[in-house]
């Protein structure tokens, strides 16, 4: 090893040990409370704004979704596919705070185009991870295979698991 590289070591590790033995530095941890859950759906963004100016923004995991500071106190969740990370950021006050970020799949534009087609119907999709819920009632059985087939068109890579009940008419002799 280089023996200016060693002898800055040297002091960095010999600052730091004085640091910690007179107390100034402490290491500290993230807040005592649950992270605060935001859910994104997968393509869409949220603002997160904080109550104070932001020093530093950290997003966990980028191929779950990424962060974008806009201004001082605001930053943009994207969510970029389907999953959890954790979003840390500190404040220019020195406190830090951590967030879960649960990115789904678009269940919202899913149930409004089910809305659309079919009013009148019980029908609702919800998202948990890479999987669609499709879920509800109708007495007519191809509105269940249209729903289902809709479903699977706007959301091609998901898993879907369809749980619509269709009602028996009754038979009439």
Do not use: C, H
Not at 7 to 33: M, S, Y
């Amino acid at each position: 090893m280089n023996p200016r590289r060693a002898r800055a070591r040297k002091r960095l590790r010999a600052t730091l040990l004085g640091l910690i033995a007179t107390g100034a530095f402490v290491a500290q941890p993230l807040q005592a409370q649950q992270p605060e859950l935001i859910t994104v759906a997968r393509g869409n963004s949220q603002v997160v704004t904080s109550a104070t100016n932001l020093q530093r923004v950290l997003i966990g995991n980028p191929n779950v979704a990424d962060v974008v500071a806009v201004s001082a106190r605001d930053i943009v969740v994207n969510g970029i596919a389907p999953g959890t990370t954790t979003l840390l950021f500190w404040e220019t006050s020195g406190i830090r705070r951590a967030y879960t970020i649960r990115v789904t799949l678009d269940a919202a534009t899913i149930n409004s185009e089910l809305d659309r087609l079919f009013p009148g119907e019980n029908l609702e999709v919800s998202a948990v991870g890479n999987t669609l819920i499709l879920s509800g009632t109708t007495d007519q059985p191809g509105v269940a295979e249209k729903a289902l087939q809709l479903t699977e068109s706007l959301e091609a890579e998901a898993s879907i698991f369809d749980q619509i009940v269709v009602a028996d008419r009754g038979q009439v002799l």
